[in-house]
């Protein structure tokens, strides 16, 4: 497909367990954000790449959560020692170039039980 | 923290009627601004952006007036469909682009028969 792909769409997990979400940007698109969004809110920014640049992580809510992006393409969230209030959908997007309209993914939906 | 709001978290219209979505910002560094439509299960899609030296930008069947005076942003639908059903997000960014968005709440649209 064309568009922004998230993998898996759905995650259970145990509160302490380690996860990893995974997302396949637009080819071609040099931008990749993950946002996240807890149930009936708005999307809350986490972290942002752009090309070979240092990331920006100022909205990673604590230093459980992390992100790569290998070889400018596929981007790796992870979070380690899950907790009940990580619990949201996971919403990877990408853009061409830094600050243009962002296409998203679907999400990954990640329970912490 | 700054914070985008919206007046009213639902909003239900008949069909062919034209829809007004209203959102309230706080940061006055805003200099970017973007309406989603995020509908159930899938991730948020683009419908308009505008900047700050615009009060008013047109796309089809969309309308977004921006007013910087009172922090106002709205999005105008016309002749709304069923296919308009969704939640709608305003989302602003002080970078002038689409670099670290804040996004409101959401208001949802419901179009009547």
């Known amino acids: 497909g064309a568009g922004v792909s998230q993998s898996p769409s759905n995650k259970v997990t145990e509160k302490g367990k380690d996860v990893e979400l995974r997302c396949d940007p637009i080819?071609?698109?040099?931008?990749l954000y993950w946002y996240r969004q807890s149930l009936g809110q708005g999307l809350e920014f986490l972290i942002y790449?752009?090309?070979?640049?240092?990331?920006?992580k100022s909205g990673l809510p604590s230093d459980r959560f992390s992100a790569e992006r290998t070889g400018g393409s596929v981007s790796t969230l992870t979070i380690q020692r899950t907790q009940q209030e990580d619990s949201a959908v996971y919403l990877c997007?990408?853009?061409?170039?830094?600050?243009?309209?962002?296409?998203f993914g679907s999400g990954t939906q990640l329970s912490v039980l | 923290g700054e914070s985008v709001g919206l007046h009213l978290p639902t909003l239900s219209v008949q069909e062919g009627d034209n829809s007004i979505i209203n959102c309230a910002y706080s940061?006055?560094?805003?200099?970017?601004f973007i309406w989603y439509k995020q509908e159930s299960g899938k991730g948020p899609q683009f419908i308009i952006d505008?900047?700050?030296?615009?009060d008013k930008r047109q796309g089809q069947r969309v309308t977004v007036l921006l007013n910087k005076t009172v922090k106002h942003l709205s999005l105008q639908i016309a002749a709304t469909q069923p296919g308009d059903s969704a939640v709608y997000f305003c989302?602003?960014?002080?970078?002038?682009?689409?670099?670290?968005?804040?996004f409101g709440s959401g208001t949802q649209l419901t179009v009547l028969p």
């Open positions: 940061n006055s560094a805003s200099d970017y």
């Open positions: 505008i900047r700050s030296n615009m």
């Open positions: 989302a602003e960014s002080p970078y002038g682009s689409a670099r670290q968005l804040t």
């Open positions: 790449f752009q090309g070979n640049s240092a990331p920006d």
């Open positions: 997007a990408s853009s061409p170039i830094s600050g243009e309209k962002l296409f």
């Open positions: 080819s071609g698109h040099t931008a």
